[in-house]
Structures are given as C-alpha cells and as structure tokens.
C-alpha cells in the first residue's frame, strides 16, 4: 500500500508508470510521435485530447494489447515490456475500456472470475468462493448486485460497476478507464467517482480518459493534453482552467484548403426539417434544420450521436421518435429507399462495410444509387454508365486507370471522390456526409471541399459530419454541436471556431462565448 | 459463413436494450422443451397403447444411445459458435473400421475400440487445426472433411465390413441392475459434461469463447485451444456413437452415419442452444434427444411411415431455430 | 463466427511483395487448385480426352452445370443451397410419376418448375425474414423434401421417363449432347441477368456489401429471395435433365449434387464469401469438376477417390481465399 501525496508538485509518491517516447504507427500512419506520460500512485491522472489525437491506442499500448513501435515502458520503477494483454494484467495493469470485455449470459460471479485460477482450484470451480468474494468486491464498491445474477440483465451502470470489480479482484496497481461516463451519468457517474477517489486514497494510479471537463475538474489531480499523437502538456488540474485546457486541446492554425466564406443575401429556404428525433439509445430528441445552399457541420466527440442521427435521417437506423418534415411532406418513418427519392443522400462513415461495393469498379460504385439512369429496358447501358463514369472521373479528378479500375486498387482519397460522386448526382435536395475525409490525403481533401462548396452553390443543403476542427470552421457555414444524444448549441458565421465548437463539445462553460440558441 | 447482414430488426431490438432477461429465456426455452416432452407422453399414452408401455418407454430411452452421443458432440462445438458437419461420415467411417477390424476376433476388441477413439479424437481434433490454421469457418471445413471422410469410408469398403463377436452387444443391448447399460451411462456421461462445462474453469471458456470471441482473447483466455478440444471432443463422441450403432447392429455400415449430420443438429437446437454460440447447454439437448425419440417412436406406432419422421424432422429444425431469433441475430 | 477467426489469426510479419505470379495464382486460387488437379490427371491417364470419354463426359455436364449456375447465385448473395439435391431428385421422380408419355410433359415440367420455386423461396424467405443461417435452411428443407418425396414413392420410385425427355436428357445430335442445349439456354438467360441486366448489378452490389446495398436503396431481402428461387428452379430443371440421362430414376437420383455444386462453384472462382464470381467460371468449375471426376475412374483408382479429392478441393480452395482476403484487408 503506498501512500497519498500530498498534492504539492507534480508526481508525487512514487512514479507507477512512465511511458517515454512511444510511437506507433498503424499502416503508414503515424498515431503517436512520441508520447512520454508518467501516472503516479494515489493521484488520478486525466487524458484529453480530441477525436483522434491518439488516446485509445496509448492505452492499448499500456494494456499491452499492441506493441509500440519504439519507445519504452516503465512500470514500478522498472523497464517492462509486455507481449499480452494477459502479461500487462499480471503487473496489475486493469482497463475499463468503453466496450467491456464481458460475457452477457455469464453471471456476475463467473465474469469477475473468468479464467481466474485462484477460485478454480485443479480446474473445478469454488462457486461459493466466488460467490462470496463476488458479493465483498461489489459491496467493497457499495454496489448491490446479486451476484449469479446474468450479466446481460443488469444495467449498463451496474455492468460497469462488474468491470470495476474485475478489475479489483487482482491487486491494482494502473487502473485505467476509457470514457466511463459515456454510458452512465448524473447518481451513477458520482458513485463511480467516490469509488475511484477510494482506490486513489489507498493509492491505486488511475489514468482518467475523458472528454467531459467539468468532470476531470470535478475529479483528477492531473491532466495530460494529447493532439495528433503528440503530448501537449501536463499539469497539475488545480492549475489550469477549462479555456486553457480547450486551447491546448485545439490550437491549431487553419490551413488555406478552404474555399472562401460565402455571403447568404438573403436567409436560405430551409429543405429538411427533423423535430425532436429519437433513435435507439444514442439519439435521444434532436431537432435540426437543414437549408438550401448552406453547409451544415454537426460536430460533436465520439459517440455524441452524430453517425447515428444522420442514419436516422436517412432511413438507415429506425425511426423511434420525432419527424422528418421535406418536401412538403411529413414523415415519421424513413428507408433508404424513401430517402433517395426525397432527394437525400448519405455518404457513410466507413466507406469499405458501408459505402463501396470492394470487388466492383467505379463505374459501377459511381452509378450505384442511380441504376434508373442506366436501365435500359431491364438491361444496363453500359454506355451510359461508361458516360456517367468517365464524367465523375473527369469532375472529381479521380485519380485512376479508367471507369474499369477496381475501387479496392485506389487509394482513399479517390475512393471518397467515388463515393462523393455517387451521390452528388443523386442527391437533390439534402447531402450528408459522414467524415468525408477521413483517411483522405491532403490533395484529395481540397478537391473534396471544392465539390462540397460547388454542390452548395447548386442549391444542395448539405450536412457535414467531422471530427477535424480545422475543417468544420473552414467549411461551415453553420455549425450544429451535439453531445450525448442531445443538440448541445449551434454556432453560425463569426462565431464559428475551435474553441467554441470544443466547449459545447465537452460542456465547458466559458463566460465569454456568446452561443446561438 | 459470411457476416450476417446489418438487420434494422436487430439493431432495432438491441439498441433499444429491448431484451427479455437472459436467463428467462434459457429457463423458459428448457421449460418449453420439458412441456413438449410431457405432452408428447400424454399423447402418445392416450393415442397408442402399445406406446404407453413401460417396455416401449425403455426401448426407447435405450435406443436414444446413438442419437444422444453425437448430439453431445455437437453441443459443445456450436457453443463455441462453431458446427460439424463431419460427424456423419466420421461415424460411417470408424463403424466399418470398427467391425472390419474387430472381424469376430473377441480379443481384439480392446486394442480396436481403444484405437477408434483415438482416431475419433484425432480427425476431430484435425477439423479445429483446419479451422485456426487455415482461416477457414468451421462449416466450409467440416463439409470438406465430411465429404474426404465419406470417400475414404467407401475406399474401405463399399458394403458391410467384417463382423463383431455377440460380447459387443454390450454397450447397446446389455443391462446392469435391470437397467440398459448404455443408455445409463450415457446419460451419465451428459451429466458429467454438464458439470464440466458449468462447473469448471475451462468449461466456462466454452461459453466465452461462443459468446465474444474477440474479447475472449482480449482477457488472455486460450480461444485456440478451446477450438481444437471441442472438435476433437466432437470427434470423440462420433467414435462412441460409431460404436454404439456397431454394438446394435453386429456390424458397421458404410452409409449408416448419413442422416446422423442433420440429427445431431435437431436436439440442440431444440435443447435451447443458439447456433451463434455462447448460450445454452447439454442437458436441454439430451431432453431434445428424448423428444426426437419419442417422437419418432409414435410416430411408428401410428404407422406414419418413416420418410415423414424425415419431413418432421426438418420442419422442427426450422420452427425451431426460426422461432427464436437470437439477441446475436446480426454478430459479424 | 468469423470474428473467431479474426481472433485466432496467426499475427502475420509484414512480408516483402509475392512475386508476380504468385499473385496472379491467388487472384485465381481455385481455377489454380484445379488446373494442378487437371495436369496430373491428363498425366496420369492421357486417355482421358479420348473421343468416347468426351463424349460421356460432355453428357454428364449439363445436369451438374445447371445445378453449378443456380449455386452461383446463391453464393453471389452470401448464401449457400443444400437442397439442390434433393430438389432435383424430387423433381426427376416427378418426371417418373406420370404415365410414362411425352404428353405428361404438359404436367410435369411447370410441376418441377414450381416446386423448385417454392422450396427456393421458403428458402429464401428462412434466410432473410427469419434470420437462419443459410446452411441449416436449406438444409432443412433439403430433409423435409426428401422425407416427402421418399413417403410418396415408397421407397422405391418407379415409372418411365417420357422418350422426349430421353432423347433430351442422353442424347446426342451431331456430336453434341442435346442437353447441353438446356444448359446453354439456362446458362445465356443467366449471363443476361447477371452481367448484362440491372437486377445483376444488384445481385453484386449485395454480395459485395449487404449494407451499402441497403443504404442505396436496394431491396436486400427481395434479390436475395430471387437468388434461391432461381436456384430452386435452376435444380428442378436439372432434376429433369438428369431423369432423361438415368432414365431409371431410383432413390440415389442427384445425390451428392449438392456438394459438388459448391465444389464446382468454388473452383469457378465464386467466392464463398460472396459478390464475386460470374457464369463463366461456374461453367468452367462444373468442367473441371467433371473432367476430375472422370479422371479418378480412368486412371484406375476406386470411384470413392472422388469425394476425398472434393473434400480436399473445398478445403483448400476455401483457404486460399480466406488468406487472399485477409491480405486484402
């Protein structure tokens, strides 16, 4: 047991881990450029950073579930590798991560202990060992779970609580949670916090990954900025505020890949009216108004909802709540079918599951929303599509051998361009874009941005999804910030820029913002 | 197989959290099976005197040995998520090697039943390396090894082949306190695989590895080697039923294991067990066993030709399955 | 399942790029893995392509061809049909069931056609609306047709297959198999609507991607249940082709058809994990197939080498693909 510091500097007590200099690079691209943190025992150490900046793949590396690239490990004043999750356990390294790692038609009892030789003695389970120890950890966390109790059947809140006490079967020296209060809040999250403020005190080392300010405020003793994979900074959370952590986490200059600002003479029609949508758990009564010839960003962190209320605007996910007013038209239930009729379309956030067809070419990728144009009593008209192809190509400057090339050879810049040109020439009225340019080099990205501009200027409202700050301020012409499933504020023309966007984000406060209703 | 497509239904339900409690739907499924088997009973003995004899009642638990030992098998590997389609053709193979073998000669029977199930075990326990070596879903290899099993069966011998001594009876026909042997001692050996895999650590792997592969192997747990145990357990219990049809018919066929592929599969399904893998367990599959084996023996009492037993057969397999969609309906 | 895989995955080391024709031979692994098998064959008998055995082996061809282009469109889709085998023996003892003259024709071929459409679409219908994995729906129905069609001939069917169908089924007109005008005509309809025709640009785009198929607004259940009618029908045609070859139609009528329709598909080209593949190399597939099966005879080995040989086929071919996809990814 070690014991707390007394908050005075920085890293007191002992340094449980120490990461130097780790980097990672996953397919040629760089996620982490050498990030050196160091958790100490007793003190609860936050990890910000933004959509991307590398966060998931820093604690993957310190659960040993990937190796780094270079760099090393340091953990309880020694230099440690590990080849396994497995490994990274024995020196009580825990996760929490926001997916759990749990087993829904086992017990409780059975998930705490899976694999755990201690309660298995020669093989054979000691249920009521594990019952027993079971009930003292969860009553350890002041939960009251019954034990042989399904894990499926709990609460999300409770299931994490079954993480929690995974984890504290085994002495815990790292603990680490990954958004833990992405799925819980309000009485939850608070009985999570004295849980996690009681594992400090007896001087477990939290690492805290949370995109929720107030809570790191609420909660952490420091806090390490991350951006692009590279560290920003640390600092002891007493010594920062809210608006300095933003600007750490975004600061960034724009580049000049934007076309310019336009100016609206006149309010835009609007196009596509949403009240108070619902779907599943991730969106929970958003309204949103879209308008010809304007770009819309919807921003917001991961897992806000974002993907999930374009899908339900777009048929894709089912409808629970709430209506889509276009075309003069009301409606409470959506397909994809309807929605391309009504002139909408979508480009998808994961364009190789959901928006290519891999093993065809472009010519068929370009023309896929559009087979009525090239149907020519019943059969295809290859000509039509050779035309409607080889035009997308020129249009985009699709970077290929010919309308023939399969889409799986391109690179994903160009297989966005394709994508981009599917539905440009079917959408009508209302295009959503879903990340569309992830994955996209620097070159195709501003080609992308000049078809998004020309399709605006055509008339099209267009709805952009991103998680890359600099591109929502230099495209949008308003921007729509969501948060946990619920419309957080919007931001229009001036007031449009990083900071701003992060705070209703994360649900900072500062004073001097002024934010459109 | 490929991926199940992405299911509005399903993401509809699960996003929703709209799921009935697990375990209400295990207890309910055993329940539905135990009520089915009760009505069956009650119909039978009111239908068909000859049925409600307790000499039928015990034929019938007897002759359950077969269908019972491969359902068993075939339990514990689709709890994995996985299926073997070359039960079949591995129980026509080792019931001709066995009785081709053995030929008459009583003192041999312990060498070759000891070699049989090793060879079960081992062709078994090929059928999971394919699977982890190759990358190969476990339906693709299963059907390919079925199919290269069948053939080498029919390059041994395209007939009945050879002949075992009246003492091999035993497992099938013999008894032991009045009660048949094999039958008992199945039932015994359901029991302790039941116990295994609720009771031990590694049987608890079963189910993980069934139910989350993916975070199976994220806990450290050895998803490899709990792959090959199952075949080769599956393997195994071919074997055993390879024996029990040589035990009850004097001599091994080579097409005897033909319709033992689809057999096997019909118990567990009823049983309770999702095909995805992660829910269910042996017991409601031997409960499934009984129904089938009652089933079909009304059904022949009421002289309702076999072929139809085949037609119903099938169409519970599809009621079945289809009834319950599983929460695992879109796993990918 | 397939996550299962992905988690027992042999971590690969990043290795330097194959050498050309190395990836040439996997693009095409399972016309490689034939080619091979067919190399050592015409080897080991070289009287194989003998005039009389082209012949007989041009005769066997169609039945299983037709088969081979209706499993195609099942797998196109990601499916898989087990209940070819027994459509087609129910549907060449239909052709038995009558009179035994060639005015039951009138009766017997929408008879066929009907039932291998309504057990292609209760296949079908299993698979999208109730969500059963493809292999136990048809292999269900495959039971349940068999239990039937066995109930109603007793066992033993028996009867006479009418002359046309004979002379269709066995005979030849200037050297050429008449039934491989059945095939020729099935196989045309087929590369019309699945290269030519927008429903088979749909059939692609939901092999390749069932959810992007969805998000652009295709009907993914109603192609695929048109993919397991055809097959059902494609099967029932073949069932009577098959009637006209045997012209004695008993109980082991169009067995093992099942598997060595996928067998075939496979070494085609057609992937089994869907979206890929096309006429062309189903009919090859069903060539080699036949031309191996024949082979084993020839060169003197028992006929049962033929399943082992199929097993292996299936087996290997399945992985060359599966490691062909993983290095995609």
Not at chain 1, 39 to 68: D, F
Not at chain 1, 210 to 228: A, N, Q
Not at chain 3, 261 to 272: E, T
Request: with cysteine; charged share 15%.
């Amino acid at each position: 047991m070690r014991t707390r510091g007394d908050g005075n500097g920085l890293l007191q007590g002992n340094g449980v881990l120490e990461l130097m200099d780790i980097r990672k690079s996953f397919g040629g691209i760089d996620v982490l450029k050498g990030i050196s943190i160091k958790a100490a025992a007793g003190r609860i150490h936050a990890l910000v950073g933004e959509n991307g900046a590398g966060k998931s793949t820093l604690i993957k590396v310190t659960a040993g579930v990937v190796q780094p690239d270079s760099g090393s490990i340091g953990f309880d004043g020694a230099e440690r590798r590990w080849r396994s999750p497995g490994e990274a356990k024995s020196f009580g390294i825990h996760v929490i991560y926001q997916e759990f790692v749990q087993f829904p038609d086992l017990s409780v009892a059975e998930n705490i202990f899976l694999g755990d030789k201690r309660v298995s003695p020669g093989g054979l389970l000691n249920r009521r060992v594990m019952l027993q120890q079971a009930r003292e950890l969860l009553a350890k966390l002041g939960v009251e779970i019954d034990p042989s109790v399904l894990v499926g059947e709990l609460s999300v809140a409770d299931q994490q609580m079954v993480e929690i006490a995974k984890a504290l079967s085994h002495e815990v020296k790292l603990l680490i949670l990954d958004e833990p209060t992405a799925v819980i809040s309000g009485r939850e999250a608070e009985l999570l916090f004295v849980k996690l403020r009681q594992l400090r005190d007896e001087g477990v080392a939290i690492i805290y990954v949370s995109h929720r300010l107030e809570e790191i405020f609420e909660l952490c003793d420091d806090v390490t900025v991350i951006k692009d994979g590279e560290p920003i900074g640390t600092r002891l959370v007493a010594e920062v505020d809210q608006a300095t952590l933003v600007s750490m986490m975004v600061g960034r200059r724009l580049a000049d890949l934007y076309p310019p600002r336009r100016r609206f003479d006149k309010p835009p029609v609007t196009v596509l009216n949403a009240s108070d949508i619902s779907s599943g758990a991730r969106v929970k009564g958003c309204s949103l108004q879209l308008r010809q010839g304007e770009i819309t960003a919807l921003a917001g962190m991961i897992g806000s909802g974002r993907t999930e209320l374009a899908m339900a605007l777009f048929g894709g996910l089912p409808l629970d709540g709430g209506s889509i007013e276009i075309d003069g038209s009301s409606f409470h239930r959506m397909t994809p079918a309807k929605a391309i009729a009504l002139g909408i379309g979508l480009l998808t956030e994961d364009r190789k599951n959901e928006g290519l067809a891999m093993q065809l070419d472009v010519a068929a990728n370009v023309t896929a929303a559009s087979l009525e144009d090239v149907t020519r009593n019943g059969l295809l008209d290859k000509a039509a599509e050779a035309r409607i192809a080889e035009t997308a190509i020129a249009d985009y400057r699709i970077a290929c051998r010919g309308a023939s090339m399969p889409v799986a050879q391109m690179s994903g810049g160009n297989q966005q361009k394709v994508l981009l040109a599917r539905w440009a020439r079917k959408a009508r009225r209302v295009l959503i874009l879903d990340e569309p340019t992830r994955g996209v080099d620097v070159g195709a990205k501003a080609d992308i941005y000049r078809m998004m501009q020309d399709a605006a200027n055509r008339g099209l409202a267009i709805l952009m999804i991103s998680s890359e700050l600099p591109e929502v301020v230099g495209m949008a012409d308003r921007v729509v910030v969501m948060r946990d499933g619920l419309i957080a504020g919007e931001l229009q023309g001036a007031d449009i820029d990083e900071r701003a966007i992060m705070t209703l984000a994360t649900r900072a406060h500062d004073a001097g913002l002024k934010v459109a209703a | 197989m490929s991926a199940a497509t992405l299911n509005p239904a399903a993401a509809k339900a699960s996003a929703k959290g709209l799921r009935r409690p697990a375990s209400l739907q295990g207890h309910e499924r055993l329940a539905t099976v135990v009520v089915l088997l009760l009505t069956l009973l009650l119909v039978g003995a009111l239908v068909s005197d000859r049925f409600r004899s307790l000499g039928n009642l015990q034929n019938v638990y007897e002759q359950s040995v077969g269908l019972a030992l491969i359902s068993l098998g075939q339990t514990v590997v689709i709890l994995t998520g996985g299926i073997d389609l070359s039960v079949g053709s591995l129980i026509s193979l080792l019931s001709v090697l066995t009785s081709g073998l053995i030929d008459g000669h009583p003192e041999r029977i312990t060498d070759v039943v000891a070699g049989i199930l090793l060879l079960g075990l081992a062709v078994g326990g090929l059928n999971g390396l394919l699977t982890i070596w190759l990358g190969v879903h476990p339906l693709i290899v299963t059907l390919g090894t079925g199919a290269a099993l069948q053939g080498l069966t029919l390059l041994y011998s395209s007939d009945s082949a050879g002949s075992v001594p009246p003492s091999f009876e035993f497992f099938a026909y013999g008894r032991v306190l009045g009660m048949p042997a094999g039958a008992t001692l199945t039932l015994l050996v359901f029991l302790v695989v039941a116990f295994l895999l609720r009771g031990t650590r590694q049987g608890r792997y079963v189910f993980a590895v069934g139910g989350d592969p993916n975070a199976a192997t994220l806990l450290g747990l050895p998803t490899r080697r709990v792959l090959v145990s199952v075949y080769a357990f599956s393997g195994l219990c071919a074997a055993t039923t390879a024996l029990y049809v040589v035990s009850r018919f004097g001599v091994g066929q080579p097409y005897t294991g033909a319709n033992y592929t689809l057999a096997s599969i019909t118990p567990v399904v009823i049983g309770g067990t999702l095909l995805a893998g992660g829910k269910g367990g042996v017991m409601g599959t031997l409960l499934g066993v009984y129904l089938m084996a009652l089933l079909n023996n009304l059904l022949n009492f009421l002289d309702i030709s076999s072929h139809y037993q085949l037609v119903i057969q099938g169409v519970i397999v599809i009621v079945a399955v289809s009834a319950f969609t599983g929460r695992r309906a879109r796993r990918s | 399942m397939d996550s299962i895989l992905a988690a027992t995955a042999v971590r690969s080391q990043v290795s330097p790029a194959p050498a050309r024709w190395l990836a040439v031979a996997r693009r095409h692994a399972g016309i490689c893995v034939a080619v091979l098998f067919l190399a050592a064959a015409s080897v080991a008998a070289p009287s194989l392509f003998k005039a009389g055995n082209l012949a007989n082996m041009a005769l066997q061809f169609a039945p299983l061809g037709i088969v081979v282009v209706g499993q195609m469109l099942v797998i196109l889709v990601r499916g898989l049909d087990l209940s070819v085998s027994s459509v087609m023996a129910t549907s060449a003892v239909m052709a038995t069931a009558f009179s035994g003259r060639d005015a039951d024709l009138v009766w017997i071929v929408p008879l066929a056609i009907g039932l291998g459409a309504m057990v292609g679409a209760t296949n079908g219908l299993l698979v999208t609306k109730r969500n059963v994995s493809p292999f136990l729906a048809t292999l269900a129905t495959m039971i349940v047709l068999q239990g039937a069609r066995n109930a109603w001939t007793q066992g033993a069917p028996s009867g006479n297959v009418p002359p046309l169908l004979r002379a269709l089924g066995a005979g030849m007109t200037a050297g050429i198999p008449n039934n491989a005008v059945a095939l020729l005509v099935i196989a045309a309809l087929t590369f019309v609507l699945l290269h030519l025709s927008t429903f088979g640009r749909r059939v692609y785009l939901v092999g390749g991607s069932p959810n992007a198929a969805r998000l652009v607004g295709i009907a993914v259940d109603r192609v695929t249940i048109t993919a397991y009618v055809m097959s059902g029908i494609f099967a029932a045609i073949a069932g009577l082709v098959l009637a006209g070859y045997v012209s004695v139609v008993d109980n082991w009528v169009g067995k093992n058809f099942e598997l060595d329709s996928i067998v075939a598909a496979v070494m085609g080209g057609i992937a089994l994990s869907g979206g890929k593949g096309g006429v062309g190399g189903a009919l090859m597939g069903a060539a080699i197939l036949v031309v191996l099966s024949n082979a084993v005879v020839i060169v003197g080995l028992p006929i049962h080498v033929q399943l082992v040989m199929k097993g292996f086929i299936i087996v290997l071919a399945a992985a060359l693909y599966a490691a062909k996809s993983r290095r995609a990814r």
